[in-house]
């Protein structure tokens, strides 16, 4: 009986020995041992197990088993921490936005007519409260200028996903008092 092997090696002799595609010479199939070529089933698992055991980089002809995992184990981990970093600038900007809407807020309650500084800082507390998932920490502070001109600054720590890690933002609104003034 012949070995089916020899009937693919006669069909690559026959089409020239090489791929129909004209990329490279075909090799044989390696000699399969007796215990392999019992069954047709047994020599597919061990014509499998030998092309497992016999992975070459087809461009430089050196032996790469092993090389998928090398670089899963190295590339995961930088993509993982390139994600936090990202994470993190997003919750960073969300409580900059947030601060900057305290200011504006308390800003705009100390300015009208018959605010008051209490008011003020009362409504940009309310804002930094309402939004507590995206701010830790914060100061409020409003400071009456010369020319009847407030000006409010909301300072707040962004939430960190990295523990001992902390970015602060901060805010500062300024404008002027709407006052009646005779004419």
Same mark, same amino acid.
């Given at each position: 009986?012949?070995? !089916? ?7 690559? /002799? ?17 000699? &399969? ?9 047994? #020599? ?8 497992? #055991? ?5 461009? *430089? ?13 190295? $590339?995961?981990?930088? &993509?993982?921490? &390139?994600?936090?970093?990202? $994470? *993190?600038? @997003?919750?960073?900007? $969300?409580?900059?936005?947030?601060? *900057?809407?305290?200011?504006?807020? +308390?800003?705009?309650?100390?300015? @009208?007519?018959?605010?008051? %500084? ?7 507390w309310n804002v930094l409260a309402s939004e507590q998932g995206a701010?830790?920490?914060?100061? @409020?502070?409003? @400071?009456? /200028? ?7 600054? $909301? %300072? ?6 990295? !523990? +001992?890690?902390? &970015? ?16």
């Amino acid at each position: 009986m012949r070995h !089916p092997s020899a009937d693919l090696d006669s069909m690559a /002799l026959a089409s020239g020995g090489h791929d129909p595609r004209g990329a490279r010479a075909l090799k044989p199939y390696p000699r &399969l041992s007796r215990r392999c070529r019992v069954g047709v089933h047994r #020599e597919i698992g061990c014509r499998a197990r030998i092309a497992g #055991e016999r992975k070459f980089s087809a461009d *430089q002809g050196r032996f790469d088993g092993g090389s998928t995992t090398i670089e899963a184990v190295l $590339v995961v981990p930088v &993509l993982m921490f &390139l994600l936090l970093v990202i $994470v *993190q600038a @997003v919750l960073w900007v $969300v409580a900059a936005h947030v601060a *900057q809407l305290a200011a504006s807020t +308390g800003d705009r309650a100390a300015r @009208v007519l018959g605010g008051s %500084t209490a008011l003020a800082t009362q409504q940009a507390w309310n804002v930094l409260a309402s939004e507590q998932g995206a701010v830790a920490a914060g100061h @409020v502070s409003l @400071v009456d /200028l010369p020319g009847g001109i407030d000006k409010m600054t $909301v %300072t707040a720590a962004a939430v960190s996903i990295v !523990p +001992g890690f902390s &970015l602060h933002v901060s805010a500062t609104v300024a404008g002027h008092v709407q006052a009646f003034r005779p004419a």
